[in-house]
């Protein structure tokens, strides 16, 4: 059993389902292509903040294939920068051709998860088509993180909000802290979720709950979890 201060992962341990993780491979979205890549450039733009993977290693060298994902940028509440998203897209990559991977836990610095993309950054994309670009190359990430042939969880201490929260959708499972709380704002900003979090919610919990937490940008947290999308860990 890995323990994460107080939660405890034992299903990462659990024997893996190897078959059906690795059908997931099958479905992954095309690598970057050149429109990818000057979006990419784009974002790049945007400094600040940092997204780190950790492969954990144990102490004799082998690897436990559980890897550690920190979205790093406490001053602005582990907001997305441009730079974070492509540091994100990179650590996908790695665990897509990670051959021990077992386990994933996404998690955020200091006392924050991630509070959704950088709105500076998101002002200062000044078109349509900068701002769909940014959108589709998210969603290309968030989809592929989910397809990955091991088991993500979501560890949501603190906020989750706008990106922040389509994130945690797109793990295999959502483990919160007392303080956690994940909503999708975005309808405050006269936004829908863009980062396709909206087709990973619906997957967890259906299209009327889905719509109605959207619609509703209704708070999610520890004690409110009931619905199916996670559990609470004190
Ligand atoms: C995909 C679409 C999207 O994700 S749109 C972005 C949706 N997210 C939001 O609207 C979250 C906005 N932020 C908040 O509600 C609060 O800052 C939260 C996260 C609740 C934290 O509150 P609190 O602990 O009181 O801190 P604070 O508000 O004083 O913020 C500290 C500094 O961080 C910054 N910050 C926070 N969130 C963002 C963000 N998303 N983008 C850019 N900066 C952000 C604040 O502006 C503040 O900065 P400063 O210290 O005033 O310079």
């Not at 954990?56 to 997305?80: C, K, Q, V, W, Y």
């Not at 969603?139 to 945690?168: D, M």
């Not at 396709?196 to 937490?213: E, V």
């Not at 209704?218 to 619905?227: A, C, D, K, S």
Request: aromatic share 6%; hydrophobic share 40%.
């Amino acid at each position: 059993m890995l323990s994460f201060g107080s939660f405890s992962l034992w299903f990462v341990r659990r024997p893996v389902d190897r078959f059906s993780l690795c059908v997931r491979r099958l479905s992954l979205p095309t690598k970057s292509d050149a429109n990818e890549a000057a979006t990419e450039e784009q974002l790049l733009g945007f400094p600040g903040g940092s997204v780190e993977l950790k492969l954990h290693e144990e102490s004799d060298g082998e690897n436990s294939g559980l890897a550690l994902i920190t979205m790093n940028n406490p001053r602005r509440r582990n907001a997305f920068s441009g730079a974070m998203m492509v540091e994100m897209r990179r650590a996908v990559e790695k665990l897509e051709v990670w051959k021990h991977g077992k386990g994933l836990i996404l998690h955020g610095s200091g006392n924050t998860f991630c509070s959704g993309s950088d709105l500076n950054a998101v002002r200062a994309l000044s078109t349509t088509k900068d701002a769909t670009m940014m959108s589709l190359y998210m969603q290309n990430t968030l989809a592929r993180l989910l397809r990955l042939p091991i088991l993500s969880v979501a560890l949501v201490h603190g906020k989750a909000l706008g990106g922040g929260a389509e994130l945690t959708t797109a793990c295999d499972f959502r483990l919160m802290s007392p303080s956690g709380e994940i909503c999708f704002v975005h309808k405050h900003m006269g936004l829908v979720p863009g980062w396709g979090g909206a087709t990973h919610l619906s997957r967890i919990l259906g299209p009327c709950t889905t719509l109605r937490i959207i619609a509703g940008a209704t708070r999610l947290g520890p004690i409110g979890f009931g619905i199916g999308l996670g559990r609470c860990n004190s």
